[in-house]
């Protein structure tokens, strides 16, 4: 029992920011902190420190950082529109938290999608602010504007994907992507894999198959090599 947690929990008012610094202080999962922290999801947070609750945890020591790193909705980076009408802010999610090649090939068009209209976006942006007229303004402002909800309609299409991916993970006792990562990895090592990371290897493989997870071709070829399923 966790009792750091538990007084936590036990406040008729839990806030926030407290919250979320336990949540980095005792897990270990940078995807989660990632969405709690950008979304803001206090419903989340207080679902998955409950669970934290019940188990004896280490604290880990990159808390602080991770913290820093992921409690915030969007990025950092904000930029004003200008023109002909109300003036609007607009932020850009930071797409460097999620990796392309943890998303599944559906996921991953939408990805590519999103980068292609981060580049549209930029040049309405440049354009914009070199127009000379209230007609090109207004033109490239609604250009941008439809540009970026394109941007946020593509985000949250993955968000959700990447919850119910979380939630699957949860309910199968590991993290199937950190697995996969590690599989990689080590497979590039070749030979000179130790023992040690041979039978991890085969254990995360193993957990994956029976989960149902679909590795690719050249994964199941590189495992079949090393005698590893």
Not at 45 to 69: C, D, G, S, T, Y
Not at 102 to 119: F, G
Not at 128 to 133: D, I, P, S, V
Not at 206 to 221: F, N, P, R, T
């Amino acid at each position: 029992m966790n009792e750091e947690i538990r007084e936590y929990l036990s406040k008729p008012n839990p806030d926030f920011e407290t919250g979320f610094s336990l949540f980095c202080r005792y897990s270990r999962n940078q995807s989660l902190m990632s969405w709690i922290g950008r979304k803001k999801d206090m419903a989340r947070l207080l679902f998955e420190l409950q669970k934290l609750e019940k188990l004896n945890l280490q604290v880990n020591p990159q808390a602080a950082i991770l913290a820093a790193r992921y409690n915030t909705p969007v990025s950092a980076i904000g930029q004003r529109v200008t023109g002909p009408g109300p003036q609007i802010t607009f932020k850009t999610f930071d797409e460097r938290r999620t990796r392309r090649a943890d998303l599944s090939p559906e996921m991953q068009k939408i990805y590519d999608q999103i980068t292609e209209e981060y580049k549209l976006r930029r040049g309405y942006h440049e354009k914009l602010k070199m127009a000379k007229t209230d007609a090109d303004r207004a033109s490239f402002r609604e250009r941008l504007l439809i540009s970026q909800n394109k941007i946020e309609e593509g985000w949250k299409q993955i968000d959700a994907w990447l919850l119910e991916q979380e939630k699957a993970n949860s309910d199968k006792g590991f993290n199937a992507s950190t697995y996969r990562s590690y599989i990689t990895k080590t497979l590039k090592k070749g030979d000179g894999m130790s023992a040690l990371q041979r039978d991890t290897v085969r254990v995360r493989a193993k957990a994956l198959i029976d989960a149902g997870e679909v590795l690719g071709d050249k994964i199941l070829s590189l495992l079949k090599q090393y005698d590893l399923i």
